[in-house]
């Protein structure tokens, strides 16, 4: 099997599991229990906070923990909304392409008062900071906009953004899901006031994340019932996937540089075999996207059908995010970079691991070809692109 999903989730690294085992069979205690093997388990909390924090340039209780990015990015963008309702400023910047846990929680806030700004995306997938900048109003309380995108990969000018809202005194929020583990982050040196993150997007265990707020920030409560997370996330901490989670960051990190320049060599070979694909375009910038990241539309196919095949050829992509995987509709950020419907429903992503190989990549590239004359072959829209009848988009 060739797994070529790991924008969905990772395999788990061998440093998480064993960083989780003692925590699972040994210090089992409860973080808040006052005896012996309930502060055992509270150290390991300690110390798993600090490494995080260390990691991203911030203070350890500038780190809540929570059960991973859609829970922080909740409430990230709630928090910032009571703060801006205090002080009569009730609108929201963000963007037309972020995740669903971002543009859902905005679409419930709109409900309620709020007003929402969500700034186009250009072509290339990329905004830039000029853009937030003339969009801010005296009445703006947050910019969210995500680091990286899930689905095309296109990495964000988070630093100058941060910047303008620092300069505007509006407090910024990235949901930093995809870009945790595989690009360097210092949210002092990037302005960044609020930043979420998921522990299996880079090896870690599912179900395990973490919020980063500024110290200055008081966090609104999701979840009622205890003190956990100094009152601001209450439930039983899971000790044993936090510490799967800071093992597997420290991991991650420690390689990055050395990983990023080995996944965008393979990166690079995959999106020059598939441009050979005639009447198939790449989706977002070809440089300023994630080391692994590589998607695409095929004009006259559907996207299901390619995966389908392709699994049958032992192939594991997507076309896009695994959280809107059920859905018959295209994807809302190939639509927002301008994408077509027709063309969006042919889109697939492939996204690589540090245990990607040169050898799976030359079988995916001709897997694909295969795949796509196969379906083209047997599409009554390609006989009529190809005959005249229609025209095509994809050049």
């Keep these: 099997m060739i797994y070529l999903d790991n924008a969905a989730t990772t395999k788990m690294s061998k440093v998480a599991i064993e960083a989780m085992y003692p925590y699972l069979d040994e210090i089992y205690g409860n973080p808040s229990s006052l005896h012996t093997a309930g502060q055992q388990a509270n150290e390991a909390l300690t110390d798993a906070r600090a490494r995080i924090a260390r990691l991203f340039g911030c203070e350890p209780r500038e780190i809540t923990f929570t059960s991973g990015g859609s829970e922080a990015d909740n409430q990230a963008i709630l928090t910032a909304a009571r703060i801006g309702e205090r002080a009569g400023k009730r609108h929201i910047i963000s963007t037309a392409f972020e995740h669903h846990a971002v543009l859902h929680t905005l679409d419930k806030l709109a409900k309620s008062g709020f007003e929402v700004t969500l700034l186009d995306v250009h072509e290339n997938g990329l905004i830039t900071a000029e853009q937030v900048a ?168 559907e996207g299901e059908s390619l995966l389908l095949l392709l699994d049958d050829k032992g192939i594991c992509a997507s076309s896009g995010s695994a959280c809107t995987s059920g859905s ?35 079988y995916t590239i001709a897997a694909v070809k295969d795949v796509v004359e196969y379906l083209r072959g047997i599409s009554p829209i390609w006989r009529d692109l190809c005959s005249g009848k229609k025209e095509f988009i994809i050049k």
């Excluded at 050979?276 to 998607?295: Q, T």
Aim: negative net charge.
């Design 328 to 362: 018959l509709d295209p994807s809302h950020v190939l639509l927002a970079i301008g994408r077509v419907h027709d063309i969006a429903h042919g889109s697939l992503r492939l996204t690589l691991s540090e245990e990607t190989t040169e050898d799976e990549i030359d």
């Design 134 to 301: 003339e969009a801010i109003r005296p009445d703006t309380c947050l910019v969210t906009v995500m680091y990286a995108n899930n689905e095309i990969g296109t990495i964000q000018p988070i630093a100058e953004i941060g910047a303008v809202c620092r300069e505007k005194g509006v407090l910024f929020h990235t949901d930093a899901v995809q870009a945790a583990g595989h690009l360097h982050i210092n949210v002092k040196e990037q302005n960044i006031d609020m930043l979420s993150l998921s522990a299996h997007k880079f090896h870690g265990p599912k179900g395990i994340g973490a919020l980063y707020a500024r110290k200055s920030i008081r966090l609104e409560s999701l979840i009622e019932g205890g003190a956990q997370e100094r009152g601001k996330r209450a439930g039983t901490e899971n000790t044993p996937a936090i510490m799967g989670m800071a093992a597997a960051l420290e991991a991650a990190c420690a390689n990055l540089d050395a990983n990023a320049a080995r996944m965008i060599a393979l990166r690079d070979r995959l999106i020059a075999g598939l441009r050979e694909i005639s009447h198939a375009i790449l989706n977002g910038d070809a440089v300023k996207r994630l080391p692994g990241n590589v998607s695409f539309c095929f004009e006259g196919i």
